[in-house]
């Protein structure tokens, strides 16, 4: 019993420093207002303090240097665009946010991190969010409460609200790439059957949130975290999710028509496209236009929606209409090209992209490595697999989407898990010792 209650305070100590970032998915699951710094956001600045109070306390060096010129590759591109900023406030707006984003949290979490089981609960925080805004999501469609879609209120948007559709599309899809990541590791048959469940639970919410980038980075991203994991256990589970898709289509009724459309319509983007396709069309044409006349720094942070008018053609609505989920009918401008990739380049040049892009590849680079190395027979291929379906799925997603709005901080911190994976990740015993357990190597190495 004094053993017991011994344990329980060293346990809570050892928790302490991921506790902050954990903390910033649990608050997205909270009501967000559309405008404004939420409190994820506030937590997640409060992080980046934390950890540099403890880097001083203990007197650690902050960041090896890999992982400073990997994570410092950015700053450069962000400086410059800063300074062309068409104003001094909007330049100091837009590389506070950039920096948060793809630097400053990053570099936190891959500090607060310490072992796999810090990685994991953060890995499992993403999945209990996904849940939470999935379970709002599904009841918005089903009560028809949601956000307007072709006349109805059915699009699920959890509690990010209408002005942010994406919102839970993101969360829901990131919790199911840590949930399949999870499931396709060397854990306990309880830990894979859990996890494999919520990736299952998940795609309905994923469905009926009807966002096609979502839908193609997530089926994207789990045919790759199958891939790196095995053709054999690849082909079970696309086995198992065949299965599942023939009972909640034919037996549920889940594919209803309208989604039916939206699944055509990703097939008829050149053929017959819709007035969204037409305007992200637009919007990409703008952001090169834009890029051509300025193609080494861009034309500053913020810049785009004050440059758009004059770049655009007359296909382009300016606005979105937004209604439902407790917000009245109301034009939301398109203030963003709607890709990350081109929002950067419109924005910050060649040199920006260079550096974002750069950062990118780069940990992708070390992250694919650091998998290859431990699939054979070391501790970790869940991790690994986590943090490879993460930093797919956002460059995946960059394609059909960029930063903006209170779900962009989940951004940050998945990069975060990446860089752990990429630049630390407790290298040492990378390989286990043959016929040594799974299990028994991951007590020791957090011990």
């Known amino acids: 019993m004094s053993h017991a209650l011994t344990t329980l305070p060293r346990r809570a100590a050892a928790l302490t420093p991921v506790l902050p970032v954990v903390a910033v998915p649990v608050l997205l699951a909270l009501p967000l207002t559309p405008d404004g710094a939420g409190p994820a956001d506030v937590v997640s600045g409060l ?3 934390y950890c540099v109070i403890l880097l001083l306390r203990e007197r650690r060096r902050p960041l090896s240097p890999a992982a400073a010129v990997v994570l410092g590759l950015p700053v450069v591109g962000l400086a ?13 707006t837009g590389l506070g946010r950039y920096l948060q984003i793809f630097v400053l949290v990053p ?23 996904g849940l939470c805004q999935g379970a709002v999501g599904v009841h918005q469609y089903v009560t028809g409460t949601g956000a307007s879609y072709q006349g109805e209120n059915i699009r699920a948007v959890g509690t990010f609200g209408a002005h942010d559709v994406m919102g839970m599309a993101t969360a829901v899809s990131l919790g199911l790439v840590c949930a399949v990541g999870i499931a396709l590791g ?4 309880r830990r894979r059957a859990t996890a494999a469940g919520c ?8 469905a009926l949130s009807f966002s096609r980038g979502a839908w193609i980075a997530t089926a994207l991203t789990c045919a790759v975290q199958l891939a790196l994991a095995g053709l054999r256990r690849a082909l079970k589970v696309a086995a198992a999710v065949a299965a599942t898709g023939v009972v909640l289509v034919g037996g549920f009724g889940v594919g209803t028509e309208l989604l039916q459309q939206r699944i055509d319509s990703i097939t008829q983007v050149t053929d017959a496209p819709d007035q969204s396709v037409v305007d992200r069309y637009t919007l990409w044409a703008s952001a090169t236009d834009m890029w051509r006349q300025h193609p080494l720094t861009g034309v500053g942070l913020k810049g785009f929606p004050e440059y758009r008018d004059g770049h655009a053609t007359l296909a382009l609505s300016s606005a979105s209409d937004i209604n439902g989920a407790g917000v009245t009918y109301d034009r939301q401008p398109l203030l963003s090209p709607h890709n990350m990739y081109l929002l950067v380049l419109s924005e910050q040049g ?3 992209l260079l550096g974002l892009a750069g950062s990118w590849l780069a940990l992708l680079v070390c992250a694919l490595r650091r998998l290859l190395r431990v699939r054979g027979r070391g501790p970790g291929p869940d991790c690994a697999l986590v943090a490879c379906g993460l930093l797919v799925w956002l460059l995946t997603d960059f394609v059909y989407g960029d930063i903006g709005g209170p779900s962009t901080v989940l951004t940050g911190v998945a990069l975060g898990l990446v860089a752990w994976w990429a630049l630390a990740g407790d290298k040492r015993g990378d390989v286990m010792p043959r016929g040594a357990a799974p299990e ?8």
């Open 186 to 189: 060397p854990a306990s048959v």
């Open 199 to 206: 990736a299952l639970a998940l795609l309905v919410p994923l």
């Open 350 to 352: 060649l040199i920006g």
């Open 107 to 129: 570099a936190a979490v891959l500090l607060l991190l310490r072992d796999r089981a810090d990685f994991r609960l953060l890995a499992w925080s993403f999945v209990g969010l």
């Open 440 to 447: 028994r190597v991951e007590g020791a190495l957090a011990r």
């Open 47 to 49: 992080a980046v303090v």
């Open 80 to 92: 410059l665009a800063a300074v062309d900023a068409s104003s001094p406030a909007a330049g100091l």
